[in-house]
Structures are given as C-alpha cells and as structure tokens.
C-alpha cells in the first residue's frame, strides 16, 4: 500500500532542507562512480564544495554522450553485484544508454509511480492496464511496479494488438488505462469497428498519458471521447522512467517530485539559468538513486516552472507541458528515434546515394514513418532487385529503431536538395 503522504505534502523550507540533505550525500557517494570522481578531480571540485543548493551550479553539467561514452557500467556508484535491473535506450549512434538499479531504487521508483497514481485518485479497488511496451521500455515496468504498490489489479497488457487490449478492457473491468496519447486514437477508433461505446461499455474513468508532447486540446479530446479524466504523466529512462512528474486533479502543470529531483531551467544554447518561469531546458539532478546518482543531467526537454502555487496543496513546483527537445529527437509510437540512427543504417549501402528524406504522418490512425532514399545510380528495369533491397533496409532500420518504417528508393535527383544543414525530417502528423 502506498504509504509516503508526509513527503507529497511537504513545505516549501522542509523540501529544500531534504534536498540539500539529499544533496550532499549523493554528491559523496558519486565518488564511488569512476566517472564522476574523474570529472570532480578533473575540475578541482570536491564533495565538501557543495554545501548549500546554490552550490549545485559549481558541478558540470552531465550529458547523454556521457552515459553512451561510459557505456555500459562506467557510471555505477556501487558495485554490480549490489544492483538487481537495468534498462537501456537508444542512443544517438552506437551505444545505447544504460541505467542500473539497485533493489532501494526500483522500490522508490515503484513508491513514485504509486505516488502519481494515487494523486489522481486511484486506489486499489482499481483495475490498471498498461498498454506499454514492457521489456526495455521503462513505461512498462515502471508503471507495474507503482499500480502493484497502490495494490490495484494489473492488467501488463503491453503494446499492440488493440482488439485484444479492448476485449481486456471490456471482460476485466479497466478503469485505469496508461496509454500514448497518438495511440488513444487508435484505440477509440477500434472501439467504434467492434461496437463499442466506451462510456456505456467500458468502466475506463482515468487516462494515463505521456511519452510524448501533446497538447491540452488533444487531452481534452480524449476526455470527451473516452469519457474519463486523462492526465499527463512525464517520465525518461535516465531518471528511471515514468513517476518524475504528473498532473494532479488540478490539471495545471506537473508536479515535479522534489525529494527525488533537484530541477534546473536553463538556456540550451548558453546553459545559463533562464529567469524564473521562462522557457528553457531541464536539467535535473537525481538526490534519492543508488545505484547510478546523475548530477545535473541534460535532460533536452523544453519546459518552465510555473509560478505560484497549486491550488491542490502540494507545495513540489509544477512543470508546464512539455513543448519539445532541445535536440533532434523524435518520438514515434512511443519510442524515441534519432535521425542520424536511421543515416547510419542507410550510408552502409553501396546501393544508396547520401541523400534521404525521413517523413511522420497519421494513416488510418496510426502514426507512420516513411523514408525515402536517392539510389547512387539509375536504375531502370530492376523492380525485384529494388523490392529486395528497400525490405532488406526495412529490416535493418526495424532491428535499430524498433518500429517499421515505410522504405522508399527514389531515383537521384527527385528528393529536394537543402542549402546549408539538410531538412532530413518533415512531420505531418495530425492528432486531432
Ligand atoms: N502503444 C501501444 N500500441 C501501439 C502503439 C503505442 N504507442 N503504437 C502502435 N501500437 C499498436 C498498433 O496499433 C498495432 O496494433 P493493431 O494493429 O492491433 O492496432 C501494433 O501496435 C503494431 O503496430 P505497427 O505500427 O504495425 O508496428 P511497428 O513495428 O511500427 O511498431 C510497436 C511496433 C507498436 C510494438 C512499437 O512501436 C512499440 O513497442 N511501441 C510502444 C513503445 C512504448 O511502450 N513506449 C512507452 C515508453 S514509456
Ligand atoms: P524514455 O526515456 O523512452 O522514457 O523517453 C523519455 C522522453 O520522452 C522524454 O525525455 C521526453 O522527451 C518524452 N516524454 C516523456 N513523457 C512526456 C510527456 N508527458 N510530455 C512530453 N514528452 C514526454
Ligand atoms: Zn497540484
């Protein structure tokens, strides 16, 4: 059962006590990590130099490239044996990065995703249904770890196959759905085919969404088609998963936890602090992690605090939607693709002239890649050696980004040419 209330409802001076306390122990037990007790050294920075909140801005900045560049275990700050999981996500080429947890961390993760939960009024008389993809996704485990703490029914359905995923909603009662919000759409368009009102057939009442930008419209269209009460939950695997920051009933912001994150806005381009509430990108500092502490990570996401406090009580800062990356990542069905994966995968073709075009679009509900390539010479006459080939980098993009792109060879020359840095990818994709 979730048990922790006193720290979702902490003051303002009692959780930037917790988090200086925090703080400073997590900067200690970072020199375990050879990687941080490397960059303090190489700084001439010691643990006993942060002594207050302000000090945190003394400490470099981590990166992405960080995590790839220690791949797999160089950041650990305890020995492996003492960690129990790992998750792992793509990296922008080559290494993927990795996260390890300890048995605490996956139980204060667990305690964090419960706490999201219970804000938005579950409790254990619900029944939950994780449409994630389980396995490497952190939306999956994470989310089954924190409805199993709540003490709900689980429902691991997992991605995919959506006539089964409402047959499970129907026969087992769901009245919590975690779900992507492009793939609501989806959903609610299935229903419509097997006859299915979700107000008169289904007992769905809460929507989880997130692991991607969408806007408050898109929220509200949700609400309206399903019937329920959607909210929006942010999460990314270096800082766990889901559980970072979730709407509460208010539906204003999302509550950052700040026993667990110290959050800093900054300004991509110079990295300087933004005045308060202006638009930049977080960057957070993990302050209750084990196995793997990370100290002002680069997040990439654009946001702002916003002022004031919420009217719900809680005094941890609350969070605007997030408005895309600082970076040139995108996120399709859920799972994060970087442009240059798929230009890694395409250049090992003698086949392929350098010149390529990745596509987003909504088709029948479904959110859909297409990437169009130039061939390096003209081919006429040769349609089943060209069907052989686009299937065979099909197959190689699948295996590197995990979903199915639409391949299409174009002969050199039809596919516009960019002045300056190339316009590799055009999203057309339409949510409402
Ligand atoms: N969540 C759940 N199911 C999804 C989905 C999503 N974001 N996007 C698509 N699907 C469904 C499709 O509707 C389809 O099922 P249906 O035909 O029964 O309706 C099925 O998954 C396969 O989709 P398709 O587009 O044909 O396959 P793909 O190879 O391009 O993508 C997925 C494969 C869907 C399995 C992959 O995109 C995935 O695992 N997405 C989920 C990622 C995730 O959980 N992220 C959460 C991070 S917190
Ligand atoms: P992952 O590491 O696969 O969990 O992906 C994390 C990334 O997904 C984040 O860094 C964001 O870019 C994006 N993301 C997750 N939740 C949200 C959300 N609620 N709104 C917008 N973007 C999100
Ligand atoms: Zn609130």
Request: hydrophobic share 35%; aromatic share 8%.
């Amino acid at each position: 059962m979730y048990l922790h209330k006193e720290l979702e409802t902490m003051s303002r001076s009692e959780i930037k006590q917790l988090q200086l306390e925090r703080l400073k122990k997590t900067v200690n037990h970072c020199m375990n990590s050879p990687f941080y007790k490397k960059r303090f050294d190489a700084f001439g920075l010691k643990p006993s130099d942060i002594q207050s909140l302000e000090d945190l801005k003394k400490i470099p900045f981590t990166t992405k490239e960080d995590l790839r560049s220690t791949y797999p275990f160089g950041m650990a700050s305890v020995p492996l044996e003492q960690c129990i999981r790992l998750h792992s996500s793509s990296g922008t080429t080559g290494n993927p990065t990795v996260i390890l947890h300890t048995r605490r961390d996956i139980d204060q993760w667990a305690e964090a995703v419960a706490r999201c939960l219970y804000m938005v009024g579950l409790r254990s008389n619900d029944v939950f249904q994780n449409s994630s993809g389980y396995g490497m996704f952190t939306g999956g485990l994470g989310f089954q770890y924190g409805a199993e703490k709540l003490g709900m029914l689980t429902v691991p359905a997992g991605a995919g196959n959506t006539k089964r995923q409402i047959k499970f909603i129907t026969d087992f009662h769901t009245t919590a759905l975690h779900a992507i919000p492009s793939y609501v759409t989806r959903l609610y368009e299935v229903m419509q085919t097997m006859g299915i009102d979700p107000r008169r057939d289904t007992d769905l009442r809460v929507l989880l969404i997130g692991a991607e930008p969408h806007s408050d419209e898109q929220r509200k269209r949700i609400e309206q088609m399903l019937g329920v009460k959607a909210y929006n939950s942010f999460g990314m695997s270096e800082m766990c998963g889901p559980g970072v920051a979730f709407e509460c009933p208010e539906q204003n912001g999302l509550h950052i936890w700040e026993d667990y994150y110290i959050v800093e806005i900054v300004n991509p381009d110079t990295l300087e602090p933004v005045p308060d509430g202006e638009m930049g990108e977080m960057v957070l500092t993990t302050i209750n992690r084990e196995a793997m502490p990370l100290l002002r990570y680069r997040t990439r996401d654009l946001t702002r605090i916003l002022p004031g406090d919420c009217p719900c009580g809680r005094h941890h800062i609350r969070l605007d939607r997030f408005k895309g990356r600082s970076d040139d990542m995108m996120i399709l069905k859920g799972v994060n693709i970087f442009p240059i994966q798929i230009e890694k995968i395409l250049m090992n073709f003698n086949e392929l002239a350098s010149n390529y075009l990745i596509t987003l679009f909504t088709s029948n509900d479904n959110d859909e890649m297409t990437v169009e390539v130039e061939l390096a010479k003209l081919l006429t006459d040769e349609n089943e050696k060209l069907k052989s080939l686009a299937k065979e980098i099909t197959r190689q993009l699948k295996d590197e980004i995990l979903i199915t792109p639409h391949v299409k060879l174009v002969q050199k020359g039809t596919l516009p040419q960019s002045e300056g840095k190339a316009v590799r990818v055009n999203d057309l994709r339409r949510h409402f």
